[in-house]
């Protein structure tokens, strides 16, 4: 984890930050000192969320967890910004809009939890003892999550003034949004490496890294993962850039969308409904189900 965090995190946004906008020091330079703090300050919320992610995902599996984080983050992730950017729309056809797809985030949520707790109990006899045990905390995570890692989404739709900078010193819209991820994904470093760190630390585990069982293959997979969660991170940036104002409110959805899909693909995929009944795993269809139709209702606002 502390080696996705520092790839995905640190290393890579500032290579493709210092690579794609040359005056990358000016940009910062010339920013008002509001704009900068408040990304750093949703950058190390996101990141907050980020390593809650891990927890809860832990205790709840890669299907579950995924679709509860998730959901609760493209809601809230479109829904608060446009109250506070763009509030002449909230009550108007977009504002509702992404109102109901807010509600029915809730009710997809809901069959979620409904579909956990009953594979917690089909499965209790046989579940080991562990930190994946205890629904109720593991929900209440997920859901801490989900709101932290909406900030996110802040870090890039309350620092428009830098996208705005790079674009006048020549850069690219498509790469406009990268002095804003440099920014705000190393100031979540902060709490989603740094708790990497403490761990490392309290359990005097530093020496794993050099254990004659580490190959080459698992540095490898860290990396890999770092740089897949920031191309799927800076990718966003680009598609929000070409949707126009209201690209950061109606793409992030989108992507989270499909997260959720490919997630329960794999959730599927590695077993973890496998000793649940046939009911629970219809709940928790049911759930990714409204979830989806939930954000495609909110991607409908930048209709006309």
């Avoid at 890669?62 to 493209?74: H, Q, R, S, V």
Wanted: glycine fraction near 14%.
């Amino acid at each position: 984890w502390l080696v996705y965090s520092l790839i995905g995190m640190v290393v890579f946004p500032w290579l493709f930050a210092m690579a794609t906008v040359p005056q990358l020091g000016q940009v910062y330079h010339q920013a008002s000192w509001h704009v900068l703090t408040m990304v750093l300050l949703f950058g190390l919320g996101s990141g907050t969320g980020s390593m809650l992610f891990g927890l809860g995902i832990d205790r709840m599996g890669l299907a579950l967890g995924f679709a509860i984080i998730l959901g609760i983050t493209a809601a809230l992730g479109s829904l608060l910004p446009m109250a506070f950017l763009h509030p002449h729309e909230l009550l108007q056809r977009a504002g509702y809009i992404l109102m109901v797809g807010t509600l029915l985030v809730i009710i997809g949520i809901t069959f979620y939890a409904i579909a956990g707790r009953r594979r917690e109990r089909e499965t209790a006899l046989t579940a080991p003892e562990g930190p994946r045990s205890g629904f109720g905390v593991g929900l209440m995570i997920c859901i801490a999550s989900g709101i932290l890692s909406a900030m996110l989404n802040f870090s890039f739709l309350f620092g428009k003034e830098l996208q705005d900078l790079a674009l006048s010193f020549g850069v690219q819209q498509s790469a406009s949004a990268n002095p804003i991820w440099a920014l705000a994904l190393t100031s979540g470093f902060i709490a989603n490496g740094g708790y990497a760190i403490y761990l490392l630390q309290k359990h005097r585990t530093w020496h794993d890294f050099r254990a004659s069982g580490v190959t080459t293959a698992y540095w490898f997979g860290g990396i890999l993962m770092g740089a897949l969660w920031f191309g799927s991170v800076a990718f966003y940036g680009m598609g929000a850039a070409a949707l126009g104002s209201l690209g950061g409110i109606i793409g992030w959805p989108v992507l989270m969308a499909t997260i959720i899909i490919t997630a329960n693909l794999w959730g599927a995929l590695t077993g973890e409904w496998a000793k649940a009944s046939r009911r629970s795993f219809a709940y928790a269809w049911v759930g990714m189900g409204v979830l989806l139709g939930a954000i495609c209702v909110i991607s409908l606002a930048n209709r006309p």
